[in-house]
């Protein structure tokens, strides 16, 4: 397939790899142009604006940091909307409050083209892998026409409803689990006057019901942090992690409800990117918390 990729940061480079290396043809496009280069090692040719991507292509996958990231991509003066995109499909796949995909949906469907929004569970090892879980919003057509591609990036893909379920899904399942990075903090307090190896706490966490999936996965890296060790290549951000806090905040307002845990975690991820964490990993996150512990 002719497939485009707009937004060249993590799990966009992730994707762009994962598909070129199926045989996919790629260009892609970066609002920082150098970012759009690490595509190349697949194969990829960097458009010089979102627009040239756009009508080289006939599916354009976006994932991007916020609302404004996408309304500049797509509805600037190059953007992606800017020349004729009629048949085409786009794939949206950021981390945005629903009605940022709804009424990004009306102003594609008005050029003609199609949009569906699937944002994914996982981070940069399982979009490599083609092991993300999407959960998909849009019509079924839509979404027929996307499910060759969507199977490729993804181990399991869920038709949750029209366009904004995904979105919807994706700040429900996500909730839970930046949340948890906070629990954990605290219960590694109650634990550090045993003395015993961070690696083995690991295991006992993710071997019970105290331990949710990805500890599976990060709990080594976070017993490294414990020791004082590098954790390795940063997966997840935490200014990214309060981005997507907000934005649930946000969103259960609209819907006349109140998240007191997820804003009490936000205060305390806040007060770590005041100290400089902000750019570091997930896994930072519990251990400056029995460091603080400490104090």
């Not at 993300?132 to 026409?145: E, T, Y």
């Not at 219960?187 to 295991?203: N, Q, S, T, Y």
Request: proline share 5%.
């Amino acid at each position: 397939m002719k497939i485009g990729i707009v937004g060249m940061g993590k799990m966009g480079a992730a994707l762009a790899a994962r598909l070129g290396g199926l045989g996919h043809e790629l260009t892609v496009w970066n609002r920082t142009a150098a970012r759009a280069q690490s595509a190349a090692p697949a194969g990829a040719r960097v458009a010089a604006t979102p627009r040239e991507l756009a009508s080289s292509v006939d599916i354009v996958i976006s994932i991007l940091t916020n609302a404004a990231a996408i309304d500049a991509a797509y509805t600037g003066k190059e953007g992606l909307l800017a020349g004729d995109v009629a048949g085409k499909l786009f794939i949206e796949m950021s981390t945005v409050r629903p009605g940022t995909e709804k009424a990004l949906a009306a102003k594609i469907d008005a050029h003609g083209a199609a949009l569906i929004d699937c944002p994914v569970g996982g981070s940069v090892g399982p979009a490599r892998d083609g092991k993300l879980i999407g959960f998909v919003g849009g019509a079924a057509s839509d979404v027929a026409r996307a499910k060759p591609l969507l199977d490729q990036m993804c181990r399991r893909v869920e038709h949750v409803g029209p366009v904004g379920a995904g979105a919807s899904m994706k700040l429900a399942i996500n909730l839970p689990l930046l949340v948890y990075w906070q629990a954990l903090g605290e219960a590694l307090v109650l634990c550090k006057p045993l003395g015993l190896d961070p690696a083995r706490i690991m295991d006992i966490f993710a071997d019970t019901s105290g331990g949710p999936n990805v500890l599976k996965v990060r709990g080594p890296a976070i017993a490294k942090a414990l020791n004082g060790q590098d954790t390795g290549a940063i997966t997840f951000d935490i200014d990214s992690i309060r981005k997507d806090l907000q934005t649930m905040i946000e969103e259960a307002q609209s819907l006349g409800g109140t998240l007191p845990v997820t804003a009490r975690a936000l205060e305390c991820f806040d007060e770590a990117s005041r100290e400089g964490l902000g750019k570091g990993d997930a896994t930072l996150l519990p251990v400056r918390w029995t460091k603080k512990a400490a104090r």
